[in-house]
Nanobody
Framework: QVQLVESGGALVQAGGSLRLSCAAS????????MGWFRQCPGKEREFVAS????????YYVDSVKGRFTISRDNAKNTVYLQMMSLKPEDTAVYYC????????????????????WGQGTQVTVSS
């Protein structure tokens, strides 16, 4: 079992920045690929970004490229999502997810590829 706890969500003005954190516990963090997903009001949960277990490979959805940065600190068992130039359409509940990874290059992008999920953190971007 892996427990994931997100933090850092807040109300922010358009153009602002936030950094989300996801602390993992329970198993060896470095064995897991990590991802961020979000669920916008009235929409299904969608992929945002993922990072391979050592951090050498990263993947983003097109809508956040150049604005969001995913990173991980394996010594702290934490994955981050730095969000800049936020837009009202970024308003969502953001979820952290983890999945066991046997390969250093894996960056899963689909919900059903992830085994563990956090409870989510609310990000609201006002216009």
């Amino acid at each position: 079992q892996v427990q994931l706890v997100e933090s850092g969500g807040a109300l922010v003005q358009a153009g602002g920045s936030l950094r989300l954190s996801c602390a993992a516990s329970g198993r060896t963090f470095i064995n897991y690929a990590m991802g961020w997903f979000r669920q916008c009001p009235g929409k299904e949960r969608e992929f945002v970004a993922s990072i391979s277990r050592i951090g050498g490979r990263i993947y983003y959805v097109d809508s956040v490229k150049g604005r969001f940065t995913i990173s991980r600190d394996n010594a702290k068992n934490t994955v981050y999502l730095q969000m800049m130039s936020l837009k009202p359409e970024d308003t969502a509940v953001y979820y952290c997810a983890a999945t066991p990874s046997g390969f250093s290059w894996e960056t899963p992008t689909k919900e059903n590829e992830y085994s563990y999920w956090g409870q989510g953190t609310q990000v609201t971007v006002s216009s």
